[in-house]
């Protein structure tokens, strides 16, 4: 719904990969929130692609899934006269030195392979990433998981306590639908980019790896000497949703 497979993968040395809306059939209302995706995470790109042969297709209990079967695990890519699009920030994220040069290593590889690189002017503002994620996820989460954890605080994280505030404050103030066009305005602005290049490459967070066990709520992010939203100003990968 936001990077619950890239942002691990990102993290672990893994592989992970998101796929279109519909095309792995998920069963009841994950199925029909198009933010919502269950893809593979795996050690290799092969491994990916042969997991997504075997689940993806039409399934009777999710009437969005897409009817046609993928066939991944054969395909050679040859990214040769390929045109990729290249943003280390996508204009407005604190990107620490040591990823734009991952980034940078990356793009390298490609043009290494004959694709044609190029940097791109592209600008989403983390303020519109939030106010679509927290109208959409207040819409579909607060009210619910609200419910589920009354009386069971305790037994509750901090993270999920301080997400489902957050939540809860913004849905005073933005709509569903302000929401929703929100994301149609981030949207026309990532397909711009893609009309005239075959793909995208930007980071799909903003920091290294973080420390297992670190509760961000309780201890401050800190990039470059400022203090950041562990979820709102670190994961570049929920403006793809």
């Known amino acids: 719904i936001g990077g619950s497979i890239r942002v691990p993968a990102s993290c672990c040395g893994v592989v992970g990969y998101m796929p279109p ?3 792995i059939p998920v069963a009841g209302v994950w199925g029909c929130d198009d933010w919502s995706r269950v ?3 795996t050690r290799t790109v092969a491994d990916a692609a042969l997991m997504i042969d075997v689940v993806s297709g039409r399934h009777v209990r999710d009437h969005f899934s897409l009817p046609e ?5 054969d395909v050679r890519p040859d990214v040769r006269g390929k045109g990729i699009a290249l943003s280390h920030d996508l204009g407005d994220w604190p990107v620490t030195d040591e990823v734009k040069a991952a980034v940078t290593d990356a793009a390298r590889a490609l043009e290494d392979q004959g694709a044609v690189v190029t940097p791109v002017d592209l600008t989403v503002e983390r303020e519109l990433v939030r106010q679509a994620s927290n109208g959409h996820n207040g819409a579909l989460f607060a009210a619910s998981a ?3 954890i009354a009386g069971r605080e305790g037994e509750t994280n901090s993270y999920t306590r301080a997400w489902l ?3 809860a404050a913004e849905r005073t103030d933005l709509s569903y639908f302000a929401a929703r066009e929100v994301e149609a305005v981030i949207s026309e ?3 711009r980019v893609l009309l005239e290049h075959d793909a995208l490459l930007c980071p799909v967070m903003a920091v290294p790896a973080l420390a297992a066990g670190i509760d961000h709520t309780v201890e401050p992010l800190v990039v470059d000497g400022v203090v950041r939203d562990s979820f709102h100003d670190i994961h570049l990968s929920e403006v793809f949703n």
């Open 146 to 148: 609200q419910a589920e």
């Open 21 to 23: 809306f519909g095309r």
């Open 189 to 191: 602005r990532i397909d």
């Open 39 to 41: 893809g593979p995470i």
């Open 69 to 73: 079967r993928t066939q991944l695990v």
């Open 165 to 167: 505030a957050e939540l």
